[in-house]
């Protein structure tokens, strides 16, 4: 959790399933933000599961925002 200055800089690269198959996906995600005084990895997980969900069914999807208290917590630790 930052107070002045809390840049955060993913990058990913995703290939799922990774058995492979005619279902397979590859593609890289870079993200930078800068959330201050706040646990950006809630934000950050929510817009994850997004991207993959946009990129799997080539629909436009709607980015989580509200989870309860646990997961959110959660998502900081990596659950």
Do not use: F
Request: glycine share 10%.
């Amino acid at each position: 959790m930052g107070n002045v200055k809390n840049v955060m800089n993913s990058v990913c690269i995703i290939e799922s399933p990774s058995s492979g198959g005619k279902d397979r996906r590859r593609y890289i995600v870079a993200l930078m933000s800068n959330v201050l005084r706040k646990n950006s990895a809630w934000d950050h997980s929510r817009l994850g599961a997004a991207i993959e969900e946009a990129v799997r069914t080539r629909k436009s999807v709607q980015v989580l925002e509200e989870g309860s208290r646990g997961a959110i917590d959660a998502a900081g630790r990596g659950e």
